[in-house]
């Protein structure tokens, strides 16, 4: 019944449409004059016409109404002159340089806010193509090996996967998120590979969580971001080098307390409760519970 009521709508639109004459800068040719529309009983300033995309009916814009159809879908694509990767290093690479003041983009006004900028395209260099390049690379090993393995992959690697192995200078839309964050996800995960070599992480762990006096060496953290919030990750290791996950939102009012204990690279004693965890083919203990013994 809405529908109905929306196309009725439309419908009455496009006739009143059909009934306005187009009048501007004064010739005689149709009656045009300064720049009217005019029709037997609407008079319409140009400067009041809205374009169909901002048509409103019902609280629902001409997009809405196009997009009634199950059937139909509408993808956004940008196609762009340099590889949106490479403009996606050029903003990771700014973004601590703007925010200490240290970079030429001095007008607040001028910084980017989408990959789309121009102000990325003037800024981007050689060095971010090259280190676009060798991100790509990364992944498409990475996701390669995974594949080999038999991994099943997430929502996010087969989106990942379909940007990597695709054209680097067209994007959908939908897309724009992940290219964004990727910079930070390859450093992320190259750092983490770093800090496995180090670490044993093929072992035979419990299935079922058990609870653990343990004594560990504190090892590296990250500050991450997930959809859920900000957190910091808390890597540690026992004296047989199996790794240990500790996870704290970064909004918590005692994490500088732990972050004291975590700093001072002295071993910690910890009643914990321990989750074993496999990722990848990486094996660790995760702290699900955890107190200062």
């Known amino acids: 019944m809405a529908n109905s009521n929306i196309q009725k709508q439309v419908a009455a639109h496009q006739n009143a449409a059909k009934s ?21 009983s609407n008079t319409i300033t140009m400067g009041n016409i809205q374009p169909l ?8 814009n001409w997009d809405d109404l196009q997009h009634l159809n199950p059937n139909v879908k509408k993808y956004e694509v940008f196609e762009t002159t340099e590889d949106i990767l490479a403009l996606s ?24 806010t989408k990959l789309t900028d121009s102000i990325l395209f003037k800024e981007l260099i ?3 193509r090259d280190k676009a390049d060798v991100i790509r690379d990364y992944y498409s090993k990475k996701l390669m090996m995974l594949t080999l393995k038999g991994q099943k992959f997430s929502n996010f690697r087969k989106d990942l996967n379909t940007f990597i192995h695709g054209d680097c200078k067209v994007v959908k839309e939908e ?37 653990n006096v343990l004594t560990l060496n504190p090892v590296k953290k990250f500050t991450v971001t997930r959809k859920s919030g900000r957190y910091v ?51 660790y203990n995760k702290l699900i519970k955890w107190t200062l013994a």
């Open 175 to 211: 897309m724009m998120p992940l290219v964004y964050r990727l910079p930070e996800f390859y450093e992320y995960d190259v750092a983490i590979d770093e800090m496995f070599r180090d670490l044993t992480t093929r072992f035979e762990g419990s299935q079922i969580a058990t609870s």
């Open 89 to 112: 290093v050029t903003w990771h690479r700014l973004r601590p340089l703007i925010s200490h003041g240290i970079s030429n983009i001095i007008n607040p006004s001028n910084r980017p």
């Open 126 to 128: 050689q060095e971010d």
């Open 233 to 283: 990750e808390y890597w540690l290791k026992d004296s047989s080098n199996i790794p240990y996950r500790i996870e704290v939102a970064a909004s918590n009012e005692l994490l500088h307390l732990w972050d004291y204990f975590f700093n001072k690279g002295n071993s910690i004693r910890l009643d914990s409760v321990i989750k074993f965890t496999e990722r990848d083919g990486i094996q």
């Open 53 to 60: 995309s901002s048509l409103q009916l019902n609280g629902l």
């Open 20 to 40: 306005l004459t187009i009048n501007r800068n004064g010739s005689n040719i149709n009656p045009y004059t300064n720049g009217v529309i005019s029709g037997a």
